[in-house]
């Protein structure tokens, strides 16, 4: 009978044990609540844990996406380039043409001055961020500059000899002839290898960059055309088409190799033939020799000095 009773006491304890552990587990265990939407003002607690949107008593309503969703829908069309580009008429098309720091314009100006036969200028200097802000400024920068040294080379060669008056044509001149030709020469080779189906794919807006950068090197050679000896000029200006020429012949010169031999080497004579007009144009009219003076002969007549005072004549008296 002890032993009945033992094991009715193990038995026991260990019902209560067991009890114990189900207690435990249930006060853990996950379960799902269900109300009325309607009566809390509020969506009902799914499953799945998600907020469904429900009217409040106010007649708001709460969104089911998060505040975050709209910015990483447009974060991923901007990265599969789904974003559509603005109109033209805004200022927001024309914002990235002038997107460029500091140094991007200074290595681009370099790269124009110093041909390299390892890298092509419009590949690795321009592409794939083309932009107007420094051919903007280099072509206005060279407007100045040629104006005023070409004033101030006359008034060196004409100091001393007559009145020297400042010429504001010659702004006027200099801004219509660089800005015609940064644009004009552009847009015919563009339109060249476009209807020549060119491989390359230079755009418009990077042959318009590369021929705006390669006007850099004439800035400092207008300033040194003040110089007044015309022999010096010259070689300055030699050495202005051979620089910046080569750069524009290494950087177009793959556009134009796959095709025939009679367009391209033409071409090519063409872009270097036009670019040195440019600097010889300069020379001849900003900077050229001491004019000649035209001076007013002047006839000299002869004058006749008349004595008005009367002769008295004078009596000598002799003893």
Same mark, same amino acid.
């Given at each position: 009978?002890?032993?009945?009773?033992?094991?009715?006491?193990?038995?026991?304890?260990?019902?209560?044990?067991?009890?114990?552990?189900?207690?435990?587990?249930?006060?853990?265990?996950?379960?799902?609540?269900?109300?009325?939407?309607?009566?809390?003002?509020?969506?009902?607690?799914?499953? %799945?844990?998600?907020?469904n949107?429900? $009217?409040?008593?106010?007649?708001?309503?709460?969104? %089911?996406?998060?505040?975050?969703? $709209?910015?990483?829908?447009?974060?991923?069309?901007?990265?599969?380039?789904?974003r559509?580009?603005?109109?033209?008429?805004?200022?927001?098309?024309?914002?990235?043409? @002038?997107?460029?720091?500091?140094?991007?314009?200074?290595?681009?100006?370099?790269?124009?001055?110093?041909?390299?036969?390892?890298?092509?200028?419009?590949?690795?200097q321009?592409?794939?961020?083309?932009?107007?802000?420094?051919?903007?400024?280099?072509?206005? %920068?060279?407007?100045?500059?040629?104006?005023?040294?070409?004033?101030?080379?006359?008034?060196?060669?004409?100091?001393?000899?007559?009145?020297?008056?400042?010429?504001?044509?010659?702004?006027?001149?200099?801004a219509?002839?660089?800005?015609?030709?940064?644009?004009?020469?552009?847009?015919?080779?563009?339109?060249?290898?476009?209807?020549?189906?060119?491989?390359?794919?230079?755009? @418009?807006?990077e042959?318009?960059?590369?021929?705006g950068?390669?006007?850099?090197?004439?800035?400092?050679?207008?300033?040194?055309?003040?110089?007044?000896?015309?022999?010096?000029?010259?070689?300055?200006?030699?050495?202005?088409?051979?620089?910046?020429?080569?750069?524009?012949?290494?950087?177009?010169?793959?556009?134009?190799?796959?095709d025939?031999?009679?367009?391209?080497?033409?071409?090519?004579? @063409?872009?270097?033939?036009?670019?040195?007009?440019?600097?010889?144009?300069?020379?001849?009219y900003?900077?050229?020799?001491?004019?000649?003076?035209?001076?007013?002969?002047?006839? $000299?007549?002869?004058? @006749?000095?008349? $004595?008005?005072?009367?002769?008295?004549?004078?009596?000598?008296?002799?003893?």
């Amino acid at each position: 009978m002890a032993d009945d009773s033992e094991k009715k006491g193990l038995i026991d304890i260990q019902m209560d044990d067991d009890d114990e552990e189900d207690t435990e587990i249930d006060t853990f265990s996950f379960r799902d609540f269900h109300k009325d939407p309607e009566a809390h003002g509020v969506g009902a607690i799914g499953d %799945t844990g998600s907020i469904n949107t429900a $009217s409040t008593t106010t007649g708001t309503t709460i969104p %089911t996406h998060s505040i975050g969703d $709209s910015d990483d829908e447009g974060d991923k069309t901007e990265l599969l380039g789904e974003r559509k580009s603005p109109p033209f008429w805004t200022f927001e098309y024309y914002q990235g043409f @002038f997107d460029v720091d500091t140094m991007q314009v200074v290595r681009r100006i370099i790269g124009s001055m110093v041909p390299s036969y390892r890298k092509n200028f419009l590949v690795s200097q321009i592409r794939p961020n083309p932009d107007l802000y420094g051919p903007f400024w280099v072509c206005a %920068t060279l407007v100045f500059t040629t104006a005023i040294s070409g004033n101030l080379a006359s008034y060196l060669a004409t100091t001393g000899d007559h009145e020297w008056v400042y010429d504001f044509h010659k702004v006027t001149l200099a801004a219509g002839a660089i800005y015609t030709y940064a644009f004009l020469i552009p847009t015919a080779l563009w339109g060249l290898l476009m209807w020549r189906r060119s491989n390359a794919g230079y755009s @418009f807006l990077e042959i318009l960059c590369v021929y705006g950068y390669s006007l850099s090197i004439y800035i400092p050679i207008s300033i040194l055309w003040t110089i007044p000896f015309d022999w010096l000029r010259w070689i300055f200006v030699v050495i202005g088409m051979v620089l910046s020429g080569s750069v524009l012949l290494l950087t177009f010169w793959p556009a134009v190799e796959d095709d025939d031999k009679k367009i391209a080497m033409p071409t090519m004579l @063409f872009i270097f033939i036009l670019h040195g007009l440019l600097a010889i144009g300069f020379k001849l009219y900003f900077f050229h020799g001491p004019a000649e003076l035209r001076l007013t002969p002047t006839t $000299s007549t002869p004058t @006749f000095i008349t $004595s008005t005072t009367p002769t008295t004549p004078i009596t000598i008296l002799t003893a």
